[in-house]
């Protein structure tokens, strides 16, 4: 018999269609906020929410994805076959191998007369279950020049609800990626709630209505806060009357405040960090978003 918890975990992921809104700094202030919480970092390819929660890292996982070409020189006849063949330039004529350059396409060791090259899965990146003030929190790293973040965001993901479930937490937080490419895909898909952070320029608009596409493709129930929307009140308006005609709920309007930089600083969430006008409306907009999503 299904577990009737799993049914009452609620994940709200926080996401902007690009990058620079804001949308690490709200989140961290809803971890501040909210009760017993689960939290999860899946902007793999630039994680940054451990700067401000500063979590201890508990369990480090080599994350595997791809494959990397090995050569061994003693069976090596140098024929130059593979060179021939690499659509990469990632073997050398000194037949030495460059793992950055490498796709993994397995042509040269299918190709070798002598099987002196064989493929192996390569570590792509690690995942890490850690400790918080806040909360445990899942997070990852994706190596340099590495894909597959997709596949590490779910991976992340998974391990979050699955310790929600084990755990007895009713709440995941979630701070996504930006964009809309597959990584934001992997975050957002099976949520309950999904927050856009916005900010009034022209670049600002145009990504967040792509979001909110997205979000419409999968039925997820989303809604907009505009961060500095006081910095262009003319575009927080377009926002504002964007969201309204797609039936978007614009759920938080908060002003610019340098205390997000000076929070930042000092590795603390607005919230914590001052009681200014930024924080009390960073504080509406989470009893906003807790009585949307009943948490």
Same mark, same amino acid.
């Given at each position: 018999?299904?577990?009737?918890?799993?049914?009452?975990?609620?994940e709200i992921v926080?996401?902007?269609?690009?990058?620079?809104?804001?949308?690490?700094?709200i989140?961290?202030?809803?971890?501040?906020l =909210?009760? %017993?919480?689960? @939290?999860? +970092?899946c *902007?793999?390819?630039?994680?940054?929410l451990h700067? #401000?929660?500063?979590?201890?890292?508990?369990?480090?996982?080599?994350?595997? =994805?791809? %494959?990397?070409? @090995?050569? +061994?020189? *003693?069976?090596?006849?140098?024929?130059?076959?593979? #060179?021939?063949?690499?659509?990469?330039?990632?073997?050398s004529?000194e037949y030495?191998?460059?793992?950055?350059?490498?796709?993994?396409?397995?042509?040269c060791a299918?190709?070798?007369?002598?099987?002196?090259?064989?493929?192996?899965?390569?570590v792509?990146?690690?995942?890490?279950?850690?400790?918080?003030?806040?909360?445990?929190?899942?997070?990852?790293?994706?190596?340099?020049?590495?894909?597959?973040?997709?596949?590490?965001?779910?991976?992340?993901?998974?391990?979050?609800?699955?310790?929600?479930?084990?755990?007895?937490?009713?709440?995941?937080?979630?701070?996504g990626?930006?964009?809309?490419?597959c990584?934001?895909?992997?975050?957002?898909?099976?949520?309950?709630?999904?927050?856009?952070?916005?900010?009034?320029?022209?670049?600002?608009?145009?990504?967040?209505?792509?979001?909110i596409e997205?979000?419409?493709h999968?039925?997820?129930?989303?809604a907009?806060?505009?961060?500095?929307y006081?910095?262009?009140?003319d575009?927080?308006?377009?926002?504002e009357?964007?969201?309204?005609?797609?039936?978007?709920?614009?759920?938080g309007?908060?002003?610019?405040?340098?205390?997000?930089?000076?929070?930042?600083?000092?590795?603390?969430?607005?919230?914590e960090?001052?009681?200014?006008?930024?924080?009390?409306?960073?504080?509406?907009?989470?009893?906003?978003?807790?009585?949307?999503?009943?948490?």
């Amino acid at each position: 018999m299904k577990d009737k918890r799993m049914n009452k975990i609620k994940e709200i992921v926080i996401i902007s269609g690009k990058g620079g809104t804001g949308k690490t700094s709200i989140l961290s202030s809803f971890a501040a906020l =909210a009760e %017993n919480p689960v @939290l999860a +970092d899946c *902007d793999v390819d630039a994680a940054d929410l451990h700067l #401000i929660l500063r979590p201890q890292v508990k369990i480090d996982n080599e994350f595997r =994805a791809g %494959n990397v070409a @090995l050569l +061994d020189k *003693d069976a090596c006849i140098e024929c130059g076959k593979c #060179i021939e063949l690499c659509r990469y330039d990632a073997i050398s004529d000194e037949y030495e191998i460059d793992g950055l350059n490498c796709e993994g396409c397995g042509v040269c060791a299918w190709f070798c007369p002598v099987d002196a090259i064989t493929m192996k899965e390569k570590v792509a990146g690690h995942s890490f279950v850690s400790d918080s003030d806040y909360g445990p929190v899942f997070h990852a790293r994706l190596n340099y020049a590495e894909d597959n973040s997709g596949k590490l965001v779910s991976e992340v993901r998974q391990a979050a609800r699955k310790f929600a479930e084990s755990d007895g937490h009713e709440l995941i937080l979630v701070d996504g990626p930006p964009g809309v490419g597959c990584p934001v895909i992997a975050s957002i898909t099976g949520a309950q709630y999904v927050l856009i952070v916005t900010e009034p320029t022209v670049s600002g608009i145009h990504d967040m209505a792509r979001v909110i596409e997205l979000t419409a493709h999968f039925r997820i129930d989303t809604a907009v806060c505009i961060n500095k929307y006081d910095l262009n009140e003319d575009k927080s308006a377009e926002i504002e009357t964007f969201c309204a005609e797609r039936n978007v709920p614009v759920i938080g309007k908060i002003p610019y405040d340098t205390d997000f930089t000076r929070a930042m600083i000092e590795s603390m969430s607005v919230v914590e960090y001052s009681d200014g006008e930024a924080s009390s409306e960073i504080r509406k907009l989470w009893e906003k978003l807790r009585n949307s999503v009943n948490v």
